[in-house]
């Protein structure tokens, strides 16, 4: 009967602690998030053919959900920087290349880095760039990157800005539609002037989100620039029912915020989501809800017309 009795009390005093580990594992896994850190594939000849040269490696790092998104990439760029756990791959980096800062403006990841990666160029320098910008735009706050030396930029690039598309998109086998939008931009007058576009769409963007990034990215003739400074933080853009509404965040807006630069701003996003054929009306909402005023800009009243 005793034997009986330190049996049962054996048994509930394992299933408890396996309740407890399981518990804990559970907690960890909370606790954690697994991400993709890119770097070169070692051995191309040994790739499939039509292989990439960058491949991602699996990390796991805190999970900080509530923390700020600069946090978030500074922890991906030390992971990244850290180098590959797997011998397949390599890191892009020279010796000594350390993260000096991240700095987040809108959707905008501007990278610094110690004077080691000024020692790359040509296609090591694009592979690099391509790398980190792989790794922080996992963060859906972040949608493209700027890297720097010592905070200059490097002035022998093609382009001073990344996207992850501008990786990705080797082929147009990925393009599942076109569409004719008309951009507004900065022309070397400071004026605000309409560009018309064929953006390609691929899968899962919407006509609104692509016409955004577009806009974003800036645009495509020397001495012309985007019409959307660094902090003109656009979070979401969707279309309901003919009407487009863009959600505009207030958090990066900088306190001597230029009045001009951001009604200008205002006005491109709002006349090139209008260009759209679906496109109907144009809603800014800010922080998610209708408001009166952005930057100091009302936005109830219109702004000189573009040319």
Not at 131 to 154: M, N
Not at 263 to 283: F, I, K, M, P, Y
Request: with cysteine.
């Amino acid at each position: 009967m005793r034997r009986d009795r330190i049996l049962c009390l054996l048994l509930a005093l394992t299933l408890t602690l396996s309740g407890c580990a399981a518990a804990a594992a559970a907690t960890a896994a909370q606790e954690e998030k697994n991400c993709q850190l890119y770097y070169l594939v070692r051995d191309l000849e040994r790739a499939p053919a039509g292989g990439d040269a960058i491949a991602g490696e699996v990390s796991t790092l805190p999970k900080e959900s509530d923390s700020p998104t600069g946090t978030q990439a500074e922890d991906l760029m030390n992971a990244l920087l850290s180098g590959p756990a797997g011998s397949d791959l390599q890191s892009p980096f020279p010796e000594g290349t350390r993260l000096l800062g991240v700095e987040i403006r809108g959707s905008h990841a501007k990278v610094d880095l110690s004077s080691a990666y000024r020692n790359l160029s040509g296609i090591d320098l694009t592979l690099a760039d391509y790398c980190i910008t792989l790794t922080l735009t996992q963060l859906s706050a972040i949608r493209s990157v700027s890297i720097l030396v010592r905070g200059q930029e490097l002035s022998y690039r093609d382009s001073q800005r990344f996207r992850p598309k501008d990786v990705l998109l080797s082929s147009t086998e990925d393009v599942v539609a076109t569409v004719d939008v008309t951009l507004c931009a900065i022309d070397p007058e400071g004026q605000l002037r309409t560009v018309p576009r064929t953006l390609d769409l691929y899968e899962g963007d919407t006509q609104a989100e692509a016409l955004v990034t577009a806009l974003r990215q800036g645009p495509w003739d020397k001495d012309w620039r985007s019409a959307l400074p660094d902090w003109f933080s656009v979070q979401s853009v969707w279309l309901d029912d003919g009407v487009c509404y863009a959600n505009l965040l207030t958090s990066t807006v900088p306190e001597a915020a230029d009045r001009e630069e951001a009604a200008l701003a205002l006005q491109a996003l709002r006349d090139s989501l209008s260009s759209l054929d679906s496109v109907r009306e144009v809603r800014i909402l800010v922080n998610g809800e209708l408001a009166q005023y952005y930057a100091g800009i009302s936005l109830r009243s219109s702004t000189r017309p573009t040319q």
